[in-house]
């Protein structure tokens, strides 16, 4: 199976269908608001580490979460019951990717959040594509999640924790309201047994693709959580 090379001068991707069983389409391209969002749109994101090319994936099956599906623990409504933390959103998003990359995690090595993602999608963040979740205690920011919107989807990309059930905090959070404003799915891409506690499941890449298809509106999430 060939491995496809992006040209620089189109933003064409080959069929998701061709990705290799590890979810490895193509090799290549840059990282532009342009590539990125069409890219997204075709459910493909971009993972690599510093040292390497950029490379695209698009992993099948793909672990997702229906907001309806959304399961918060008893243990976890005790945090909002007492509101033991505060959340906001896109104030901090290079902060909150910049902690992402750093976070120590298990059975990782380095970090694929490096200066070329984080200027990346700062950019996204501020053509209004890409958002952040901040978890507070009082004045210190402990959690934190972000990813891209596009339509009625919510592509999830990382979130941290430096203080216990943070990064969860946050993202309860978003789900809640991603639900208010009638969001079709938020994609978890790969399955952690993390998320699968918050009620995310494994779908095949076809029927996630073909969710995809109905997912036609492109705005500003940013304008609608923050009105």
Known sequence: ????????????????????????????????????????SQGI????NPQDPILWWSPDPRLVLFPKNLHVAKSMRVYFNRQLYQVTFNRHFEKVMQTCGEISRKNQEGSWIHDDMIEAYSELHRAGYAHSVEVWDKDQLVGGVYGVALGKVFFGESM????????????ISLVKILAELDFTVIDCQQETAHLQSLGAESISRDSFTEILKTNKELYSFEKLILQ
């Open 1 to 40: 199976m060939p491995v496809y090379w992006l040209e620089s001068d189109s933003l064409s991707f080959p069929p998701v269908e061709r990705a290799f069983p590890d979810g490895l389409l193509a090799v290549g391209g840059d990282l532009s608001i342009n590539r990125l969002l069409v890219a997204y």
């Open 160 to 171: 941290f924790a430096l203080k216990p059930n943070a990064s969860k905090f946050g993202f």
């Open 45 to 48: 994101f971009p993972w690599f």
